[in-house]
């Protein structure tokens, strides 16, 4: 294959990545707030515990829906937030992905200190133009 065709061809299958990931950046509501309910900072839990996620002044909706003042959960545990917030949040084990609009969950930690944030993804798993992510809080799985 000479070198045109195959410049052609990574952008033929390349384009929909990059539109995906950098085409697809949403604004959040300025006051637009996501929190946990629970568990709280500082909180001890025997594990498997809930974790309930809270959203002020913005609508929860499934991945894939691209609507106006909507995004869905992403938690992350004992991880930094992402680097580049303008890509595509992975999913880890330290990123779970709550895409079916989910507002809690049971989560099973080992023993010891662990923290959790919250970070809100848009139709296409893209943290807004500005991010709407909570405070990180500590807590201890007994």
Known sequence: ???????????????????LADGHMSAAPANAEVYFVQPMD?????SP????FGLRNMGVAPAGIDKDGTGHHHLLIDTE?????????P????????????????????????TLQ???????HVPHSEPVVSERITITVE
Do not use: C, W, Y
């Open 49 to 52: 515990f809930t974790v309930v």
């Open 1 to 19: 294959m000479n070198r045109i065709a195959i410049t052609l061809l990574s952008a033929v299958v390349l384009a929909p990545v990059a539109a």
């Open 81 to 89: 937030l992402p680097s580049d917030m303008s890509q595509p949040l």
């Open 118 to 124: 919250l970070l809100l993804g848009n139709h296409a």
């Open 42 to 46: 500082g909180d001890t839990v025997q």
């Open 91 to 114: 999913a880890t084990d330290q990123v779970k992905h709550f895409g079916g609009g989910q507002t809690e969950t049971e989560l099973e930690l080992p023993a010891g200190e662990h």
